[in-house]
């Protein structure tokens, strides 16, 4: 408990035993997480048939759900400069997981689970 590192190294070794996400970045990374997560089965998917606009739409609108405005995201009442508007705090990862579930439906695939995984 002295050691003045003890905190985060303490961090970093519970986090090497979350998933693959907590200690690597790279491309070649597994699969590791549960199925019907980005960073397990459902996270192979490749992106097919959007643009980068496209894309980036897809990550606007996660910004907009993350911030519980799903209505104004279904309604297409959304704009891009509206995203300064949005108060408090959002989780990151829920923009990351809601960005990838605009990705799908824009694709025609959502949700992209297979059946034999139940939620």
């Given at each position: 408990?002295?050691?003045?590192?003890?905190?985060?190294?303490?961090?970093?070794?519970?986090?090497?035993?979350?998933?693959?996400?907590?200690?690597?970045?790279?491309?070649?990374?597994?699969?590791?997480?549960?199925?019907?997560?980005?960073?397990?089965?459902?996270?192979?998917?490749?992106?097919?048939?959007l643009t980068m606009r496209d894309i980036s739409d897809c990550i606007c609108k996660g910004?907009?759900?993350?911030?519980?405005?799903?209505?104004?995201?279904?309604?297409?009442?959304?704009r891009y400069n509206e995203l300064y508007k949005i108060e408090g705090d959002l989780d990151?990862?829920?923009?990351?997981?809601?960005?990838?579930?605009?990705?799908?439906?824009?694709?025609?695939?959502?949700?992209?689970?297979?059946?034999?995984?139940?939620?």
């Amino acid at each position: 408990m002295a050691d003045d590192d003890f905190e985060t190294n303490f961090q970093i070794a519970l986090n090497r035993v979350g998933g693959c996400t907590d200690y690597r970045t790279d491309r070649e990374r597994p699969y590791d997480g549960q199925p019907h997560t980005d960073f397990g089965e459902r996270g192979k998917q490749l992106v097919e048939g959007l643009t980068m606009r496209d894309i980036s739409d897809c990550i606007c609108k996660g910004w907009f759900v993350a911030a519980g405005q799903q209505d104004n995201v279904d309604a297409e009442l959304w704009r891009y400069n509206e995203l300064y508007k949005i108060e408090g705090d959002l989780d990151p990862m829920a923009v990351i997981q809601n960005a990838t579930c605009e990705i799908e439906k824009m694709m025609g695939i959502f949700p992209n689970i297979p059946k034999t995984i139940k939620l």
